[in-house]
């Protein structure tokens, strides 16, 4: 069974510039996340879709931050723009249907450093 | 709002001998899951073991179990005939409801050979 795949894995920016991450869930998983790591921290949650709709985006910094999930598979997180603090590894992740249900399975992620 | 503590940054244990790492949590909820997870340096969360809070029995994975309690709301992991493969960090999270997962900010384990 293929996992959660991302990309790119790497990527470094200037602040104030835009970047983009893709993920592909595993087949069938029908909630989608996308996490943010600084380093030193654990992992906190930015958005969560169930099939294309957002189940919980309160942590989202929604004037920078956007993510969606079109036709319910791939995802994209975007940041437009960029700030210093936004240097982290972004981690997708994907469930069946929810956590309390089933494991979630996360992907390596994708290391930004804005500079 | 949910926390989850790890107040350990660091611990290192031998080859072959047996560590705990520790976790506690906070929450007013009843029904609940917790986890353990793994982050080698490649940065991919890999789930070690999970407890549901309405089980008593505490989970155990191969050479991984936890010690489950709920009163206390603690949650440590034991790893035992720890391997040199077992060096990573640790995470600790919990998950409620609505399945949105809470990580304390984990320990860094290492194994001496």
């Known amino acids: 069974e293929a996992g959660v795949a991302q990309s790119p894995r790497y990527k470094i920016i200037e602040k104030r510039q835009s970047v983009a991450f893709w993920c592909n869930p595993i087949?069938?998983?029908?909630?989608l996340y996308w996490y943010q790591q600084i380093l030193g921290q654990g992992p906190k949650l930015l958005i969560q879709?169930?099939?294309?709709?957002?189940?919980?985006d309160s942590q989202l910094p929604k004037d920078r931050f956007s993510a969606e999930r079109l036709k319910g598979v791939d995802s994209t997180l975007k940041i437009q723009p960029a700030k210093l603090e936004d240097s982290a590894v972004y981690l997708c992740?994907?469930?069946?249907?929810?956590?309390?249900?089933?494991?979630?399975?996360f992907g390596e992620g994708s290391w930004l450093t804005v500079v | 709002a949910q926390t989850v503590t790890q107040s350990q940054p660091e611990m290192s244990v031998q080859e072959a001998e047996t560590v705990t790492l520790s976790c506690t949590y906070d929450?007013?909820?009843?029904?609940?899951?917790l986890f353990w997870y793994k982050q080698p340096p490649s940065r991919q969360m890999i789930l070690v073991i999970r407890?549901?809070?309405?089980?008593?029995q505490n989970a155990t994975e191969n050479r991984f179990s936890v010690n489950f309690q709920k009163a206390a709301k603690s949650f440590s992991l034991k790893i035992s005939d720890s391997q040199l493969g077992d060096a990573a960090m640790y995470f600790c999270?919990?998950?409620?409801?609505?399945?949105?997962?809470?990580f304390g900010k984990g320990i860094t384990l290492s194994v001496r050979p």
């Open positions: 992740a994907s469930s069946l249907v929810g956590v309390g249900v089933d494991t979630i399975y």
């Open positions: 087949s069938g998983h029908a909630t």
């Open positions: 879709f169930q099939n294309n709709g957002v189940v919980d």
């Open positions: 999270a919990w998950a409620g409801a609505n399945s949105k997962l809470t």
């Open positions: 407890q549901e809070a309405y089980k008593q």
């Open positions: 929450t007013s909820e009843s029904d609940y899951y």
